[in-house]
């Protein structure tokens, strides 16, 4: 096994008590915002289209049996007792386990798991955009049941929530993140509580637990039973959540959170919902909200809309990170990220993703405006993300495990099968507003490939143009008595080809006609791993008596902060004087070339994407009052 694969579970292997009990409460406020406000709409969803007709008692079961073995089956085997387990270094989510997948398969392999994890990373930031959207609705709607004329206060007050919730980003979360542990834990406690209460309406609903009534109600239904699995899929989404906070909570406390609180709470309100409906059909309309007595439902609106806010806060948390490592690894053009926290370095804040996540969250509420119409377009997005972490875990388990092919297969084959039904059925929703998802993830999918595209062509024509290194610093050194003259101090030429001479340096020498007496080119490197130790962050070498090569790595998950990185390989030798030193960048002008190999929208869309990027000197952390750009036009 790698030493980077699956050792997560160690990290937090020998926890005090107290502190695993601390952490689990933390992660139940992050991790488990998205499934646990499911309740709200998954089991009302599920009845609509069986329940036209009158719902036999029989149906109720097989349903409420679905939604316990999709918990059971998706949720708690594959994400929580294996999924958990494939870890990067003690992070997750599809691109950590994308990186770590593409290092030990053939390149041929790698490829089209770069296009899969491409489609996964997609679909999660299309889902980031529904969850705020269908999570906020569900709850603000429960206020027609407290006063029934205020249905169309319904979509202005989910609007004013929600700007309000994306305009306080930019603050972090770190000082009302605390409160969101405790606030969801009492949540779960409110779920489980009310349906425990409701149990006893109808006990004959804990046969539910027979997987025998689940799999008669897909049979005897038919074409109906398959439409229903897609609502019945509502009811896990969230799972992925789980997975790609990993690295801010560790296996351990997550694993208690679920099965100490959260699987019980929401077996026990999904029972709940089903008894009411047999002991009450008239309660089909919304068996959650109507599951509180009329004197405390405007209690359960507000909790449930506190709940929803706390749930859309962990989506976009965990958009904020995928962007980061999409930008680290390749995929997105450089943006501004801030740290909301100093302890935390989970909390950042991107201002670019909060303003686009805006404006599609808005855009979602104002087209559908109620969760009814939402739900059917939210189950594409998550089920399409859940076959590629599936596929990936495959590619996993085989390399780093190294399980046989049948016994790789008795674990992926039952859960791809399952996923993929589910796909299918959320699949027939398309033409429902289905197509929103799929038209959101499309969007980020042309975006991140045409960035991938276009830096390698820039690359590749740069590489076709550039003079060896080498070959440049013994030229230099040969004519050093009548060559450029000489400046004191330090210049240090960035670059993403360390065998290229830097652009900057050639345009310094031929505009300036000088050359530094100590010149460093700099290539900043992120590793496949999230974090890399500070022993491994530089590497130098020296080429010459005025030349060396530095390489600075960083993990994907870390700020690369080269200022900071240079301080502390001057303690350890480098010598080199910041108040003397320069830091020379090259500036490219893009000009679209139609023979370059792409596409003319996509070359327009490249060149915008590079104009919209952040600048290098900011990115870097580069000390501001010592960068000096030098430009040139390059056409792609």
């Known amino acids: 096994m790698s030493d980077q694969a699956g050792h997560h579970g160690s990290h937090n292997g020998k926890m005090p008590l107290k502190k695993l009990l601390a952490i689990s409460l933390g992660s139940v406020g992050v ?12 089991f009302r969803e599920a009845l609509r289209p069986v329940s036209y007709d009158g719902v036999d008692r029989n149906e109720i079961i097989g349903l409420i049996s679905l939604f316990f073995w999709a918990l059971t089956i998706v949720v708690t085997l594959k994400y929580v007792i294996f999924l958990l387990r494939a870890d990067n270094d003690g992070e997750g989510g599809t691109l ?32 980031a955009m529904i969850t705020p959207a ?7 709607e429960g206020l027609k049941f407290v006063a029934p004329g205020t249905r169309e206060f319904v979509v ?24 969101f542990g405790p606030i969801m834990a009492l949540w779960f406690l409110l779920l489980g509580g009310i349906g425990l209460y409701h149990i006893s309406d109808d006990y004959g609903v804990l046969a539910a637990f027979n997987p025998y009534y689940g799999v008669w109600f897909l049979f005897n239904s038919g074409f109906v039973g398959f439409i229903v699995l897609g609502s019945v899929f509502l009811a896990v989404t969230g799972a992925e959540a789980l997975y790609a906070d990993l ?22 309100n999904y029972l709940g919902q089903g008894a009411l409906v047999l002991a009450d059909p008239k309660a089909l309309a919304d068996p959650f909200y109507l599951m509180f007595p009329e004197s405390v439902r405007l209690f359960a609106v507000i909790f449930a809309t506190i709940a929803t806010i706390i749930a859309s806060q962990s989506v976009i948390t965990g958009a904020f990170s995928l962007a980061r490592q999409a930008i680290h690894l390749g995929f997105l053009p450089r943006m501004e990220i801030y740290f909301t926290s100093e302890s935390h370095t989970g909390q950042i804040y991107l201002p670019a993703v909060n303003t686009i996540l805006l404006f599609g969250v808005m855009a979602l509420v104002l087209m559908f405006r109620s969760s009814e119409s939402l739900a059917v377009a939210y189950g594409i997005a998550v089920t399409g993300d859940m076959v590629v972490s599936t596929i990936l875990f495959y590619n996993f388990v085989r390399a780093y495990w190294k399980w046989s092919l049948p016994k790789t ?6 859960l791809l099968f399952i996923e993929s039904i589910f796909l299918g059925s959320n699949l027939t929703k398309l033409h429902h507003g289905g ?10 999918i042309v975006i991140m490939w045409t960035w991938r595209r276009g830096t390698r062509i820039l690359f590749e024509k740069s590489r076709k143009q550039h003079i060896p290194l080498d070959a440049f610093v013994r030229s230099i050194e040969k004519k050093s008595d009548h060559g450029p003259l000489q400046v004191p101090g330090t210049a240090i030429f960035l670059t993403s080809d360390p065998k290229s001479t830097p652009a900057a340096l050639l345009h310094n020498l031929k505009h300036n006609h000088v050359l530094h007496s100590q010149n460093i080119i700099l290539t900043i490197r992120t590793q496949n791993r999230p974090r890399v130790s500070q022993e491994e962050r530089g590497k130098i070498e020296r080429l010459s008596e005025h030349f060396q090569l530095l390489e600075l790595n960083f993990g994907y998950m870390e700020t690369q902060n080269v200022s900071q990185a240079l301080a502390h390989l001057r303690k350890g030798g480098l010598k080199f004087d910041i108040m003397s030193t320069s830091f020379y960048l090259g500036r490219r002008k893009l000009i679209a070339d139609a023979n370059s190999g792409m596409p003319g929208w996509q070359d327009r869309l490249f060149i915008a994407l590079a104009g919209a990027a952040t600048d290098p000197s900011d990115y870097f952390r580069l000390p501001a009052n010592r960068v000096v750009e030098l430009g040139a036009h390059v056409s792609v």
């Open 409 to 414: 297969l008795s674990l992926i084959a039952p």
């Open 96 to 127: 950590s386990l994308l990186s770590l997948v593409t290092k030990a398969v053939s390149e041929k392999r790698a490829g089209v798991l770069f296009v899969i994890g491409i489609i996964g990373a997609a679909l999660f930031l299309g889902d």
């Open 247 to 268: 690295g801010h909570f560790g296996v351990k406390p997550i694993r208690l959170a679920w099965f100490g609180l959260i699987f019980p709470a929401l077996i026990l």
């Open 156 to 179: 202005p007050t989910a609007v004013v929530i929600l700007v309000l919730l994306f305009a306080v980003q930019s603050r972090g979360t770190g000082a009302v993140s605390a409160f």
């Open 134 to 140: 269908l999570s906020v609705l569900s709850a603000v």
């Open 31 to 42: 991790v488990y915002g998205d499934i646990g406000t499911s309740p709200l709409y998954a």
């Open 435 to 444: 197509y929103v998802p799929v038209l959101i993830a499309s969007c980020f």
